[in-house]
Nanobody, 119 residues
Framework: QVQLVESGGGLVQSGGSLRLSCAAS????????INWYRQAPGKQRELVAG???????NYEDSMKGRFTISRDNAKNMVYLQMNSLRPEDTAVYFC?????????????WGQGTQVTVSS
């Protein structure tokens, strides 16, 4: 089992920045990828960015250049630095861990953290 706890959300003005954190605990040894997703009201959950254990990153196209994902394996932490925030970035942001010894066997989710960007 893996537990994920997000933090760092809040209210920010358009153009501002926030840094989200995802703390992983439990059986973290076989976490292969950690992703950030977001879900705005009335919309489907969408991938924001992901990072492998080796630090290979992937971004949804509209996030490139504004968002940066990073991880600290020693602390079991993943971060999402969000700059130049826009009102359309308002959403609940979720941390997701893909876990498995050789292949992905389980997917774990955190409870989410609210990000609100005012215009």
């Amino acid at each position: 089992q893996v537990q994920l706890v997000e933090s760092g959300g809040g209210l920010v003005q358009s153009g501002g920045s926030l840094r989200l954190s995802c703390a992983a605990s439990g059986d973290t040894s076989f976490i292969r990828i950690i992703n950030w997703y977001r879900q705005a009201p009335g919309k489907q959950r969408e991938l924001v960015a992901g990072i492998t254990r080796d630090g290979v990153t992937n971004y949804e196209d509209s996030m490139k250049g504004r968002f940066t994902i990073s991880r600290d394996n020693a602390k079991n932490m993943v971060y999402l630095q969000m700059n130049s925030l826009r009102p359309e970035d308002t959403a609940v942001y979720f941390c997701n861990a893909l876990w498995g010894r050789f292949v992905v066997q389980n997917s774990y989710w955190g409870q989410g953290t609210q990000v609100t960007v005012s215009s």
